[in-house]
């Protein structure tokens, strides 16, 4: 028991329970055209400092909202933030009766878009891995067109421990227990840069709504998305963070190669795509996409 307390405040101590842009900013959630909910957090910069644009983001699978904290407080300096949590995700209200699968996905974004009445013309559009691979689904299916789409690391193939993509579709969700441990360890020695990285990414797992992820990870692990992004003719920002064993910055050159009109750059670390770096990044690169995406 004495064990566990200390494991749970050494979690609480790297990443808090509630982060400080979600004490701040405003809970909203908002309802999608099959009866489900998904929950957007946001908030307005200061009127003497607001630059203009709407900063959206959409995290990876599962990640929760402290992972992405200090990004958060340094965005809401300047831009107007949506802070927006996936279906898979514990705050959507997600039914058995929703709707899985990538395209339903990403038309939750389209939806959201919609729903807050966001100017596109001034939305920059920020994905980070699958939520990277999402944006790129909605710019070739022209759902949305965001003045700058920003693409961390978009995977052409949805990351799983290879033992577990093999067990996902005949595994009963009781076993999870039992696949935990598997996660963990693949996470800590093969998938993370620092311990920072790995508290992040287990307590996804420790957060994980089993029976969800199980649903909608069928739909979505087993796919492949390379050939999507030939097909993205937008102008991106493509960020890669070379360090960082999760996301394979080879696979993030691969991407660069096969998407057209797209701006690679390389923060280096995880930490730094999670940090005041990859806002500063995106505020450099501002006045470079005017005129870009018409």
């Known amino acids: ?9 050494k979690k609480e101590e790297i990443f808090p329970l509630v982060a400080q842009f979600e004490k701040e900013a405003k809970s909203l959630d908002v309802m999608m055209s099959d009866n489900t909910t998904v929950r957007v957090y946001t908030s307005e910069a ?12 959409i995290s990876g699978w599962g990640t929760v ?24 995700k514990a705050s959507s209200g997600y039914t058995r009766k929703s709707d899985v699968g990538m395209h339903r996905m990403v038309l939750d974004i389209k939806e959201t878009i919609e729903s807050l009445k ?10 980070s891995c699958i939520g990277a691979t999402m944006i790129c689904y909605g710019l070739v299916e022209e759902m949305f067109s965001p003045f700058m789409p920003v693409l961390l690391a978009p995977p052409g193939r949805f990351e799983v421990p290879p033992v577990l993509r093999q067990l ?13 441990p598997i996660i963990r360890f693949w996470i800590t020695k093969s998938k993370s840069e620092d311990k920072v990285q790995a508290a ?75 940090n005041e770096a990859m806002v500063e990044a995106i505020r450099e690169y501002l006045p470079k996409f005017i005129g870009k995406n018409l």
């Not at 064990?3 to 405040?9: G, N, Q």
């Not at 996902?168 to 935990?180: D, E, Q, R």
């Open 65 to 88: 909202l402290p992972s992405w904290d200090v990004f958060l407080m340094e965005a809401a300096k300047d831009f107007d933030v949506i802070y927006y949590e996936s279906r898979e």
């Open 46 to 57: 200061p009127t003497n400092e607001r630059n203009g644009y709407t900063l959206f983001v």
């Open 1 to 9: 028991m004495k064990k566990e307390k200390k494991e749970k405040k």
């Open 200 to 274: 992040k990414y287990i307590r996804t797992v420790e957060e994980a709504e089993v029976k969800r992820w199980k649903r909608l990870g069928l739909r979505l692990a087993y796919k492949r998305y390379w050939k999507l992004f030939p097909h993205v003719k937008n102008h991106v920002l493509l960020v890669a963070a070379e360090v960082d064993k999760m996301h394979d910055a080879k696979a993030t050159k691969r991407v660069e190669g096969m998407i057209e009109n797209s701006t690679y750059i390389n923060l280096g670390t995880n930490r730094a795509t999670h």
């Open 168 to 180: 996902i579709p005949i595994g009963p969700t009781f076993l999870w227990p039992v696949a935990k």
């Open 118 to 127: 966001i100017d596109q013309s001034k939305l920059v559009l920020f994905g």
